[in-house]
């Protein structure tokens, strides 16, 4: 599987500190990880990718916020800040690198639009549900063994949550062939374009 067309949209784009992003990031932005810990690196292993982890930019008043998926929590929102400065109360940045972009059908909104304020809503109905575990073994079992399909639930990896919040407001996301979603399907999106990496 080699989904390069994503991935290189990425490549020699701008790097720019989080400090100068803040007023350009928007409600509706994609967050992009490319993480160096082990299940990040099965991830892009498994979906031919340099990004492990997606999620979704909320702007709230001054706070920009990212509404995902993780294995320990499953659904929840923490600031964008928290991956720069203390990723997991480490008080250290997140070992990899950080990505944002634009889905371009959201380029023209801002929060009082009714699309924004719906996939807003979508994504917190959506919080404290669990993580699909089970969906990365299938992934894996699937990759390389060549069995599985996926299953649909109200568990969700961080791709599917992105993936459920986006078809509730009409933008839809193409899969693979089996109905498995990784962050590299919504990032080769021709709809989706890189704003920045982050520095």
């Known amino acids: 599987m080699n989904y390069a067309v994503g991935t290189d949209k990425f490549k020699n784009i701008t790097v720019d500190k989080y400090e100068n992003l803040i007023n350009v990031l928007k409600s509706g932005d994609i967050f992009f990880c490319s993480g160096n810990y082990l299940v ?21 008043g001054e706070h920009t916020l990212v509404m995902e998926s993780v294995e320990d929590d499953g659904v929840r929102m923490v600031p ?7 990723y997991e109360n480490s008080n250290k940045r997140y070992n990899g690198s950080l990505y944002v972009a634009r889905h371009k059908l959201l380029e023209n909104l801002n929060n009082e639009d009714e699309m924004i304020r719906n996939l807003i809503k979508i994504g917190l109905s959506l919080l404290n549900r669990s993580y699909d575990k089970n969906e990365i073994a299938r992934i894996v079992a699937r990759i390389g063994l060549g069995i599985g399909r996926h299953e649909d639930n109200e568990e969700y990896i961080c791709s599917e949550f992105v ?32 704003i920045a990496q982050i520095e």
């Open 40 to 60: 990040s690196e099965l991830i892009k292993k498994v979906s031919g990718s340099m990004f492990s982890h997606t999620g979704i930019i909320i702007k709230w």
């Open 163 to 194: 993936n459920e919040c986006f078809k509730k407001i009409g933008i839809e996301v193409l899969t693979d062939s089996e109905g498995y979603i990784f962050p590299e399907h919504i990032a080769i999106d021709q709809h989706v374009y890189p």
């Open 80 to 86: 964008l800040e928290h991956y720069i400065n203390n």
